[in-house]
């Protein structure tokens, strides 16, 4: 469950996202090696876990912010919100007030390098056909998977220290996102558990809110 944080300020003047993401293009049926791996955990090391920016990731619970345990702290979580929020983050604002509530938020291209994203070349008439592959699964795909709940599992962690294991023996193949759906899928049992929970909690906050009001 990730933790939401939202900042009071006066709406500034337009909105800007990076689009950009992921680690390059590669041709169909690439190999992928050691070299790849190497440079892909060193750039994330330098371009995000190394930056203020890295702190956010904490607030998305799941695998990723278990990667960004590596870099980074609760005290580097509770440093506050950078200026950037308003280029990246996400505004709720009512349409008539004079102030917003902004949420921190990454930048696709972050989530992407965070968790180590390619587009292969699979086109055969069409040169703009592409899929994804990546070392890691992104937020949405870990989100669909039975390992997703309330916290950060025994079980989650053996997951993610397998997967380090596979590098550790040299096995350097990232993951389709199809793929990676079907290996976060263990036990559809304990995805619908968690699902009960949302739905009962929802349902205890929507009453309470429901009786301020009234």
């Excluded at 933790?3 to 041709?27: E, H, M, N």
């Excluded at 193949?173 to 909690?201: I, M």
Aim: with cysteine.
């Amino acid at each position: 469950m990730s933790a939401s944080r939202v900042l009071l300020s006066r709406c500034p003047k337009g909105f800007k996202a990076d689009t950009s993401s992921g680690l390059g293009i590669r041709p169909d049926n690439y190999e992928f090696g050691e070299d790849e791996y190497n440079v892909y955990t060193a750039l994330c090391d330098l371009r995000f876990l190394h930056t203020p920016r890295a702190r956010i990731v904490l607030q998305y619970g799941g695998v990723i912010a278990r990667l960004g345990r590596s870099q980074v702290s609760d005290d580097d979580f509770f440093t506050g919100f950078g200026e950037d929020i308003y280029d990246v983050g996400d505004c709720l604002w009512d349409g008539t007030s004079g102030f917003a509530y902004w949420h921190d938020k990454l930048s696709d291209h972050e989530i992407d390098l965070l968790c180590g994203v390619y587009h292969v070349d699979t086109s055969i008439t069409d040169p703009e056909q592409t899929s994804t592959v990546s070392w890691w699964p992104k937020p949405h795909v870990w989100a669909r998977g039975s390992l997703d709940g309330a916290w950060w599992t025994l079980q989650c962690d053996d997951w993610f220290q397998r997967r380090l294991d596979q590098f550790e023996r040299g096995v350097y193949k990232p993951t389709r996102q199809s793929q990676w759906r079907h290996n976060l899928k263990f036990r559809k049992e304990v995805k619908q558990c968690w699902d009960g929970y949302e739905r009962v909690a929802e349902s205890i906050v929507l009453s309470m809110t429901d009786g301020s009001r009234s």
